[in-house]
């Protein structure tokens, strides 16, 4: 299958910094890309949506000032989570789809911490 | 409103023997369903996946089914191996793209 590499695989950071998660596609263009979050023994939950060069589109209930999605390429997206706290620490997974009715590949996950 | 379901949290199996996880769903607009193996601290891995136009899709070990009346699917993998311990998250999509997840539920092959 195609291959998603997302980077940091985990990551620690002090309460009120910024986290950069890295999603790339390394053999196909990924003209839609989706973050999720996954809290412990629940389900992925979709954060947002996210086709390259336009503005991404959050699901209900996510706050887009604070996680901060960029679509630059076909190749590349990225989430930044903002002014970190405690309560953001989960397990962040981005998927990439080539086209619509192709089925999604992830990425490895990162796991953040706040501390 | 959980759209996709996976009422049970687990199943245990014996090696060898036919492992069966289900999965139900209430949006009727979904046509595209997938399975997905998880791994703690990983990215979900892409199993199988059936079109709505389908009632059964089979992959070597593993096979999926389809009822659409009932709104329900089901994983089957026979035989079942200790290598298939693991989560397994259903997933239905419509013309949005979006995946949408069920809470998973987690294998355990008994050797």
């Known amino acids: 299958g195609a291959v998603v590499s997302q980077h940091p695989s985990w990551v620690i950071c002090k309460s009120g910094t910024s986290v950069k998660i890295e999603c790339r596609s390394l053999?196909?263009?990924?003209?839609?890309m989706f973050w999720y979050r996954q809290f412990p023994k629940q389900s992925l939950m979709l954060m947002a949506t996210s086709n390259e060069g336009s503005k991404a589109t959050y699901e209900q209930g996510v706050e887009k000032d604070k996680f901060l999605i960029n679509h630059a390429s076909l190749t590349l997206s990225t989430l930044t989570v903002t002014s970190a706290h405690p309560e953001d620490s989960s397990f962040y997974i981005c998927?990439?789809?080539?086209?619509?009715?192709?089925?999604?590949?992830f990425g490895q996950g990162t796991r953040l911490t706040v501390v | 409103d959980q759209q996709v379901k996976q009422n049970s949290p687990s199943l245990s199996v014996q090696e060898g023997r036919i492992s069966i996880l289900n999965c139900d769903y209430t949006?009727?607009?979904?046509?595209?369903f997938l399975w997905y193996k998880k791994y703690p601290a990983e990215g979900p891995t892409f199993l199988i996946s059936i079109s709505s136009i389908k009632d059964k899709n089979e992959d070597g070990r593993f096979t999926v089914f389809l009822n659409k009346s009932a709104k329900h699917l089901s994983l089957h993998i026979v035989p079942s191996q200790p290598g298939d311990s693991a989560v397994y998250f259903c997933?239905?999509?419509?013309?949005?793209?979006?995946?949408?997840f069920g809470q998973g539920t987690t294998l355990q092959v008994k050797p």
């Open positions: 053999d196909f263009q990924a003209t839609t």
């Open positions: 949006n009727s607009m979904f046509d595209y």
């Open positions: 998927s990439a789809r080539q086209e619509l009715g192709t089925e999604a590949f």
């Open positions: 997933a239905a999509t419509s013309n949005t793209g979006k995946l949408i």
